[in-house]
């Protein structure tokens, strides 16, 4: 069984842009969380979706955003880059029914310069 | 909302000694803790977890507990080796649909 893929791995972009990353669950999981990792501020939750639609969202500024496809397929959007934006973002996968047993990718490092 | 604390943020032990980590919740109504293993340059591994209704669950060199009346729960590694160096997440989450709320990270080094 696959595991969780996410695309790219590696990502540089200056200061105003925009970047959108990419995440594909495991095959039969509904549920899509990504969540920001920097040094200072360990696994920080941005939000999660479920059959298309955000159901959980974190404490992030609205220039962060999702959405899920109809194959459980995700994207992260963040608009007008700052360089604290300059982490690993991972996402993880799960059945989203309970336990909400999740299984992460390897993140992708975004560099802002 | 959920709030959980990780003690300690870093530990260093000798080769075949046990490797003790705590965690506290804030939500009473928490009912599912995963732990997880996160190796430089990879995605956070789950290695074990444990439900509300178990006190106790072992896999191996791994063991978790958990205190409902305290709120706290710890994993334990047994004979650590080289390969258990690397960061420990716990977490905590209530339901389903509920989001799951990380630990700060306990940074595990074993030295040979």
């Known amino acids: 069984k696959a595991g969780v893929t996410q695309t790219p791995r590696y990502l540089i972009k200056t200061r105003g842009q925009q970047v959108t990353l990419s995440c594909s669950p495991i095959s039969g999981h509904r549920s899509v969380s990504w969540y920001q990792q920097t040094p200072g501020q360990g696994l920080q939750f941005l939000f999660e979706y479920f059959s298309e639609t955000q159901r959980n969202k974190g404490n992030f500024p609205g220039r962060f955003s999702g959405r899920q496809f109809s194959n459980s397929r995700s994207e992260m959007n963040v608009s007008t880059l700052e360089l604290g934006d300059s982490a690993l973002y991972l996402c993880?996968?799960?059945?989203?029914?309970?336990?909400?047993?999740?299984?992460f990718g390897p993140g992708t490092r975004l560099t802002v310069l | 909302g959920e709030n959980v604390e990780q003690h300690p943020s870093t530990l260093s032990v000798q080769e075949g000694d046990s490797a003790v980590i705590k965690c506290t919740y804030s939500?009473?109504?928490?009912?599912?803790f995963p732990w997880y293993k996160q190796e430089l340059g990879k995605g956070p591994q789950l290695i074990i977890d444990?439900?509300?209704?178990?006190g106790e669950k072992k896999d191996q060199r791994i063991a978790v507990t958990l205190n409902k009346t305290a709120k706290h729960f710890s994993l334990h590694i047994t004979e650590t080796q080289p390969e258990d160096s690397a960061v420990y997440f716990c977490a905590a989450t209530k339901t389903s649909y509920d989001k799951v709320i990380f630990g700060p990270g306990t940074s595990l080094s074993v030295i040979p």
């Open positions: 444990i439900r509300s209704n178990v």
């Open positions: 939500d009473s109504a928490s009912n599912y």
């Open positions: 993880a996968s799960s059945l989203g029914d309970s336990p909400n047993e999740q299984f």
